[in-house]
């Protein structure tokens, strides 16, 4: 079950990042603007500011296996769609319905996860998934690179390639739903799939942890996945003057870290525990890891380095800590809402960015035009270490 999830997210997180390395042949080949780039990831986020919360009840209510199978189908589909548009609106919708299945897809599995792992080095299990799924984003910055030839082509070819990883996502779904049915009738699992109906007055049952971790989750992630997956490659080239494919390179080592990282955090956290203090330690990393780019005058390896502690350790801790303040029955709408919210912040990160920087003329003859940006990712990630703070007191409160 967990290689068959894994492969489902390694796929997944492919074709989510699969728009930064064919930005500059976006821009350059169909005239594409900054604004309608970030729109692409954006529009990713934008359904599932509402969607992926009914997501979450209905894994509560109907099951994961139902919910997995058809997402993922919807993924594939949105993947596909966007390959062979040719134009804007055309790959408006494929992305649009990629992210209303790729969102509820996360949800529900992250679910499954904790009902065949919950008691069993859960932590461990998450952040290996999250691992793969890095390889993931991994393969997709280093794309311009073992795909050479397809990038050769133009923007369509490399589209087409994350089409193929889709298809990938599918199949491993297909794979989960019939071990998964297999073992539940074994009676297996660490928790049995809830049987009581959940109302939507449950989510008032989440208390301030709950909430402070959900802040950490919204701002940390629409500091990271906008600008390293949207706008880093591109402002690698212009403001760096660096070819495509050493950004694609260096953008990647972020993804890599996280992946070799991520499980040796989660490991640690089934061990000590301590998951505010860990959060606080991650979340610092990323507006110092902005400050570093801000200032000009640091390597920008120093940043990349301090944003793959940040990637690696923030979700290795986050997303294991919210069965501690959920109950089992509810933890389909805890993870839907909180996923909401994340891509509501993914959203706006996205549509602001791309704002800022037509505002700001960024690009290769004015390099001073990204500086309005980095500055807005440096100041939501200092939100984001404000959550942890807040949490960590928290968690110091309730054990007086």
């Known amino acids: 079950m967990f290689t068959a999830a894994a492969l489902l997210m390694l796929g997944n997180n492919y074709v989510y990042d699969s728009i930064g390395p064919v930005a500059d042949l976006l821009s350059r080949q169909l005239g594409f603007s900054h604004t309608q780039i970030g729109t692409l990831n954006a529009v990713y986020s934008l359904p599932n500011i509402f969607l992926v919360l ?11 296996r139902i919910v997995v199978f ?7 589909a949105g993947a596909v769609l966007t390959a062979l548009g040719a134009h804007f609106p055309v790959m408006v919708l494929g992305r649009l319905l990629f992210g209303i299945g790729a969102e509820t897809m996360i949800v529900a599995l ?18 290996l998934n999250i691992s793969v799924a890095r390889l993931g984003s991994w393969m997709a910055d280093r794309s311009p690179d073992f795909a050479a030839a397809l990038y050769a082509r133009g923007w369509q070819p490399p589209l087409l390639l994350a089409a193929g990883f889709a298809a990938l996502s599918f199949a491993a779904a297909a794979v989960y739903c019939v071990v998964d049915r297999r073992e539940a009738a074994r009676g297996t699992l660490a928790i049995a799939p809830p049987g009581e109906r959940v109302a939507w007055r449950d989510m008032l049952r989440f208390g301030a942890g709950y909430w402070y971790i959900t802040g950490i989750c919204v701002t940390v992630y629409a500091v990271i996945l906008p600008f390293r997956s949207t706008f880093a490659i591109e402002y690698f080239q212009h403001a760096h003057g660096m070819p495509l494919a050493a950004a694609g390179k260096l953008n990647s080592k972020v993804f890599l870290a996280a992946a070799v990282a991520t499980p040796l955090f989660g490991l640690l956290v089934d061990r000590i525990g301590h998951h505010a203090q860990l959060l606080v330690v991650g979340a610092l990393a990323l507006p110092l890891s902005f400050a570093c780019l801000a200032s000009g005058g640091v390597s920008l390896w120093v940043s990349t380095v301090l944003l793959g502690v940040s990637f690696s350790m923030v979700p290795a801790v986050l997303w294991p800590a919210v069965p501690r303040v959920a109950s089992a ?12 919210l994340q891509n509501l912040g993914l959203a706006l990160a996205n549509l602001i960015a791309g704002y800022l ?29 404000a959550c942890a703070l807040l949490l960590w007191r928290e968690e110091r409160n309730s054990a007086r």
């Open 54 to 64: 009914v997501g979450g009840v209905l894994t509560d209510r109907l099951g994961v």
């Open 70 to 76: 058809w997402t993922t189908f919807i993924c594939l």
């Open 110 to 127: 992250l679910v499954a996860l904790v009902q065949w792992f919950d008691g069993r080095y859960l932590a461990l299990f998450l952040a």
């Open 329 to 340: 029955a509810l933890l389909g709408t805890a993870y839907g809402l909180m996923t909401m």
């Open 357 to 385: 920087n037509d505002r700001g003329g960024a690009g290769a003859a004015h390099a001073q035009g990204y500086t309005p940006m980095l500055w807005f990712f440096g100041l939501l990630s200092l939100a984001g270490f």
